[in-house]
């Protein structure tokens, strides 16, 4: 409970240093901000987007005392496996682009493909893995709307960048799956077929 509240509290301050503080670049127009002012705002950003999906997740999840003391160690044990794949996976994607690059034999490329694509499915596959110890921590039933609260922060989070601004999803922002609005000529042909 109280990893929860912190987590909360934590959201609060970072939202609304980011509202009090104009930043130092704000004030001198047409100068680029320093490296360092990009790396706290970076660090301020991951921090508001870390408080958030814990928020999210507990929210979502409806997490007892308990689960949350059980939970969160296994969660942060997979997302620490995670990020390590992800590193992995960049380190995979610039020897494969290198490796183009320098238009070395097809052996060498086709190794350093093996190597990106064996990387890529380890990373996708870090929460699969841990699925049995989330059932331990959780059940079932709230171990699938994890792997549902997590797909569902991301798409969250890809309409906030895409949208530019930020500020996430406005009302009634996300489409539906099925919502044909923006018009899928594929599907919309097959129609007028029939």
């Known amino acids: 409970m109280k990893r929860i509240a912190l987590a909360i509290g934590a959201l609060c301050i ?3 240093l980011g509202a009090q503080q104009p930043s130092r670049s704000q004030g001198r127009q047409g100068e680029k901000p320093s490296k360092e002012e990009m790396q706290k705002k970076h660090q301020e950003m991951k921090n508001r987007l870390e408080s ?3 928020a ?5 999840l409806e997490l007892t005392t308990e689960e949350a003391q059980n939970f969160w160690p296994v969660y942060n044990k997979a997302q620490a496996e995670q990020k390590e794949c992800y590193n992995k996976m960049g380190a995979a994607k610039k020897a ?4 183009l690059k320098e238009n070395q034999d097809e052996a060498q490329i086709k190794k350093a493909l093996s190597e990106y694509n064996k990387v890529r499915t380890s990373q996708r596959n870090v929460f699969a893995e841990y699925e049995s110890e989330f ?3 959780l059940g079932v ?5 994890l792997y549902i609260a997590e797909d569902s922060f991301r798409t969250r989070q890809i309409h906030r960048l895409g949208d530019g601004k930020g500020r996430g999803p406005q009302p009634g922002g996300m489409r539906p799956h099925g919502d044909k609005s923006k018009g899928d000529a594929k599907s919309q042909s097959g129609r007028s077929k029939k």
């Open 56 to 60: 999210y997740l507990t929210s979502e």
């Open 141 to 145: 039933v709230k171990t699938a709307k």
């Open 14 to 16: 970072a939202l609304s």
């Open 52 to 54: 958030e999906h814990v």
């Open 96 to 99: 494969l682009k290198l490796a």
């Open 135 to 137: 059932v331990k921590v």
